[in-house]
């Protein structure tokens, strides 16, 4: 992840120094259309990573569906609608970024408060050299983290909580952070689930502990049995868990919550749920946020209805 940023940001900045643009990103083009930003290099516009353009359309609509390589030199004689930016577009440049397979990525695309001159038309080979560079190196990624997905399924117990073999909250921490950015540079789907078991107390206290951590074992279980390969799931406090499903869209995460009830069920263990989608403008950890709240939420309800 690190050494894609480092070469991102250095061409980056190679491309600003040679066209004297200071702004250069890569995007990646979402299914609505929307672009978001995957790294940049940016002096005046406020631009960072994880921006939405969701109007695609606004700066480089033609680019991307035509597929080629697109300059204007002043904005101002152009019929071209730019974005809304706290600065003035005068002048653009950008070319389309191709997956491997040959389907289209994003793009690759600078952006300045002045107007250009002709000399700009020079720098396109350089531009599109870049985008091609970046395409390979996002491919070459995608497969190395199906490698490390696989490796994943194999790794050590380090990380593991002990009692229930699942991930333990400096794990799940370091999960969330790969899977974030899987997801931001390659467009992949996402689901967050918070359980919290309704009665690991009242076990504790009328079985005792030893009760309880057979409790907890059973509702790791519950989960193991949920989750697909390359899903992440962990205990991440006394009687709290959390699980990543990745990929899985907003449309699945009911099915999920409904097999994890079957599950629960199977193993009599009574539990809340919440769960939440990431998406763009959402991050994992939003998405664990608001989770967390929806489960605490349905608690709640369960209690005022005993």
Known sequence: MLAFSQVAVTMLA???DRTRFPLWMLTRLGRDGGLTVIESIDSPYGIAQGDVFADAS????????????RVILDTQEHTTRVPATRLPVRAYAGVPVIRGDG???GSLCGMAPHAATEDLLDEVPLIEAVATTLGSMLDVERRALDVQAMATAIEQASGRDPLTG????????EAVASAEASCLRHGHDAVIVAVDLDDLEDVNDAEGHAAGDAYL????RAI????????????TGGDEFLLLASPCGADQQQHIVERLWDAFAHEGVLASF???????????????????????????ARAGAT
Not at 166 to 173: E, F, I, K, P, S
Not at 228 to 234: K, M, P, Q, S, V
């Open 224 to 235: 193991q049995t949920t989750v697909r390969d390359g899903d992440i799931a962990a205990r």
């Open 274 to 300: 919440g769960v939440c989608a990431r998406s763009e403008g959402r991050s994992l950890r939003d998405a664990v946020i608001l989770a967390d709240a929806r489960m605490c939420a349905a608690k709640r």
């Open 58 to 69: 606004a700066f480089c609509h033609d680019m991307l569906t035509t597929g080629r390589p």
């Open 14 to 16: 190679l491309l600003r």
């Open 217 to 220: 074992q059973r509702a790791a």
């Open 166 to 173: 699942l991930r333990n909250r400096l794990a799940w921490d």
């Open 103 to 105: 389907t289209l990525y």
